[in-house]
């Protein structure tokens, strides 16, 4: 039974998803880099993990629709979510087998890894030529961060940003390529029995936050600068990365 009785703990993970979903608004990608760090400061990582696998369904499935028109064509953004869908699966049996502290560790590496590359290779790009036979490869080490920590966008959006999409383009690739991934955790979270009926029900709860940030977040896309957006996100997560090396380093 999932118990958190501090109010403070509460109001920091309403706060954290609220956050995610804002920086999902702005930029279609980003609730579980903010959501499960802060969650997995407070609850085991697996069930951190899990509930962000019902949201994440439920709003990458709203902006596949919102930004249909800009779906890319030819085979990258199927094969992108198809070794999604394959990394995903070694990742959850990782997720299953690992202890909590490698965990919270292999999340903390994950977001520096992924500040690390926003900051030192902002501009570096990928062609389209070369983009679509490194889509599986890339997918499949995605996914296996995602399975394993809740968080893919070490790889994910390192490999979408180098291609230069734009925004339009951008957000319905990662929203495909995440349904699939969410579409394979579901069923093998739920057979391990960390999905229950009290996780759905604290998942779509969950909802409500996000979805009340993204608007605010698409609004912000609009009002802020994306260099000032990206240092305050990066920011962010530094902070996230170090509160949870603090809980698990002796």
Do not use: Y
Not at 54 to 75: D, I
Not at 82 to 110: D, P, Y
Not at 183 to 193: D, E, F, H, R
């Amino acid at each position: 039974m999932l118990t958190i009785n501090d109010p403070a703990s509460v109001a920091a993970i309403g706060l954290a998803l609220l956050l995610g979903g804002i920086l999902k608004g702005a930029v279609g990608m980003g609730s579980p880099v903010i959501a499960v760090p802060v969650m997995a400061s407070f609850v085991d990582v697996r069930i951190a993990v899990a509930l962000m696998v019902l949201p994440n369904l439920a709003t990458n499935l709203w902006q596949l629709w919102a930004f249909r028109e800009g779906r890319m064509s030819g085979w990258l953004p199927w094969l992108f979510a198809l070794g999604g869908g394959l990394g995903v699966a070694l990742g959850t049996v990782m997720l299953l087998q690992f202890s909590a502290e490698m965990l919270k560790l292999i999340i903390a590496a994950a977001v520096l890894i992924f500040v690390g590359l926003r900051v030192s290779k902002p501009h570096f790009t990928i062609s389209p030529r070369l983009a679509t036979p490194l889509a599986g490869p890339l997918g499949v080490g995605a996914g296996v961060l995602q399975g394993a920590a809740g968080i893919s966008a070490p790889i994910s959006v390192s490999f979408l940003n180098a291609m230069q999409l734009p925004r339009a383009v951008f957000i319905p690739t990662i929203s495909l390529f995440f349904t699939a991934m969410t579409l394979v955790q579901i069923p093998m979270l739920s057979a391990a029995g960390v999905i229950t009926a009290e996780i759905a029900l604290l998942g779509a709860a969950a909802l409500a936050p996000l979805f009340l940030g993204m608007p605010i977040g698409a609004l912000a896309a609009k009002s802020i600068s994306p260099q000032g957006f990206n240092r305050l996100i990066q920011v962010m997560l530094v902070l996230l990365a170090l509160k949870l090396l603090v809980d698990v380093l002796p």
